[in-house]
């Protein structure tokens, strides 16, 4: 049996799974390291996590002694989680994925239990402590775990980009040859979540359950251009308040026109990796909320209306959970 924790910033998730690779139980926790951030203090996140795994275990009708290994990914190997594990440098294919484990001599869950961090993976540099890293310096802590999936499930033959909608967006390129090569990240759903939750733009994009989209996606994305460009980003963020007031657009035409706009600006962010980019190619897969990645989409093959492209949406929980935990399960296939 083998317990997987995916360690994300603001949560934890726990996933307990058996020698054939199912699902048995799944686990919640608030508790991220932003929390162990605040607090300085990586006691409290230690007994979170040990809390997690022993009420999963016990939610699949377990006990401790069943479990062999503990996998763990995500910002638990980050400087605001368990410890620091150092970033591998790309090009990352599965293989060396898999030499780069670190085993915990840690007695966290168990002295019988192997504890399992998967590696984080960076951006190649030419130079380091360069100011010119900014324009392509970018690392990865989970989205690795991922992208493994992916290659896991849909055994792609030809080289592919992985979108992923969280609170950040983050694109990740893969060569034919299945390694990772680089990344680029935006902030766009920290800026999303801000607007959406401390500002007084929040009420008019809270979606009513009777209240559908009236507008079409290309419509929205078009407004979304043109607010932004003759009234500036600022502005543009703040018209779904007189929106709701002047004009006929709902609740849900106004939240995908301001999904819009910070689409458009992650655009700016990624342009490599799309039409004429050095990291361009014709097939994606986009993980994350099923409105925020169609919308997406729609704009991509606006921007590459000259190239025909093909995107897989990984949309729900449900598959976004499987693409983790086969991820996990590859990368930690030896142990």
Same mark, same amino acid.
Do not use: W
């Given at each position: 049996?083998?317990?997987?924790?995916?360690?994300?910033?603001?949560?934890?998730?726990?996933?307990?799974?058996?020698?054939?690779?199912?699902?048995?139980?799944?686990?919640?926790?608030?508790?991220?390291?932003?929390?162990?951030a605040l607090k300085q203090d990586r006691e409290d996140y230690k007994k979170d996590l040990k809390l997690i795994v022993s009420n999963t275990?016990?939610?699949?009708?377990?006990?401790?002694?069943?479990?062999?290994?503990?996998?763990?990914?995500?910002?638990?190997?980050?400087?605001?989680?368990?410890?620091?594990?150092?970033?591998?440098?790309?090009?990352?294919?599965?293989?060396?994925?898999?030499?780069?484990?670190?085993?915990?001599?840690?007695?966290?869950?168990?002295?019988?239990?192997?504890?399992?961090?998967i590696r984080g993976i960076k951006n190649p540099l030419e130079k380091e402590k360069d100011l010119q890293n900014v324009f392509t310096c970018?690392?990865?802590?989970?989205?690795?775990?991922?992208?493994?999936?992916?290659?896991?499930?849909?055994?792609?033959?030809?080289?592919?980009?992985?979108?992923?909608?969280?609170?950040?967006?983050?694109?990740?390129?893969?060569?034919?040859?299945?390694?990772?090569?680089?990344?680029?990240?935006?902030?766009?759903?920290?800026?999303?979540?801000c607007i959406v939750n401390n500002t007084v733009v929040g009420k008019s994009v809270m979606v009513h359950d009777a209240e559908k989209q009236?507008?079409?996606?290309?419509?929205?994305?078009?407004?979304?251009?043109?607010?932004?460009?003759?009234?500036?980003?600022?502005?543009?963020?703040?018209?779904?308040?007189?929106?709701?007031?002047?004009? !006929?657009?709902?609740?849900? @035409?106004?939240?995908?026109?301001?999904?819009? +706009?910070?689409? &458009?600006?992650? $655009? =700016?962010?990624?342009?490599?990796?799309?039409?004429?980019?050095?990291?361009?190619?014709?097939?994606?897969?986009?993980?994350?909320?099923?409105?925020?990645?169609?919308?997406?989409?729609?704009?991509?093959?606006?921007?590459?209306?000259?190239?025909?492209? !093909?995107?897989?949406?990984? @949309?729900?929980?449900?598959?976004?959970?499987? +693409?983790?935990? &086969?991820?996990? $399960? =590859?990368?930690?296939?030896?142990?």
């Amino acid at each position: 049996m083998k317990a997987v924790l995916d360690c994300g910033t603001t949560n934890t998730k726990c996933y307990i799974i058996n020698d054939e690779g199912t699902l048995l139980a799944e686990g919640y926790s608030r508790f991220g390291v932003k929390d162990n951030a605040l607090k300085q203090d990586r006691e409290d996140y230690k007994k979170d996590l040990k809390l997690i795994v022993s009420n999963t275990v016990l939610k699949a009708g377990l006990s401790m002694s069943n479990i062999k290994v503990v996998i763990a990914f995500g910002m638990i190997s980050s400087d605001l989680g368990l410890m620091v594990l150092p970033h591998a440098e790309a090009p990352v294919g599965i293989a060396d994925q898999q030499k780069n484990i670190q085993i915990l001599d840690s007695s966290l869950f168990g002295t019988e239990i192997t504890f399992c961090l998967i590696r984080g993976i960076k951006n190649p540099l030419e130079k380091e402590k360069d100011l010119q890293n900014v324009f392509t310096c970018d690392f990865m802590r989970g989205e690795e775990t991922q992208v493994a999936g992916v290659i896991e499930k849909f055994k792609p033959k030809e080289d592919f980009n992985v979108i992923m909608f969280s609170s950040h967006l983050k694109i990740i390129h893969v060569s034919c040859e299945m390694k990772i090569q680089r990344s680029m990240t935006t902030m766009s759903g920290q800026i999303f979540d801000c607007i959406v939750n401390n500002t007084v733009v929040g009420k008019s994009v809270m979606v009513h359950d009777a209240e559908k989209q009236t507008m079409s996606n290309e419509q929205l994305i078009q407004l979304a251009e043109d607010t932004v460009e003759q009234t500036g980003l600022m502005r543009a963020f703040l018209l779904p308040r007189f929106m709701e007031s002047f004009t !006929e657009m709902t609740s849900m @035409d106004r939240l995908i026109y301001l999904d819009a +706009i910070l689409a &458009l600006e992650d $655009l =700016k962010a990624i342009k490599e990796y799309y039409g004429e980019g050095r990291f361009a190619s014709q097939k994606y897969y986009f993980i994350g909320q099923k409105t925020r990645c169609e919308m997406f989409a729609d704009i991509l093959k606006k921007k590459c209306s000259d190239t025909p492209i !093909e995107i897989e949406i990984i @949309d729900g929980k449900e598959k976004n959970r499987e +693409i983790s935990i &086969l991820g996990a $399960l =590859k990368l930690t296939e030896n142990y």
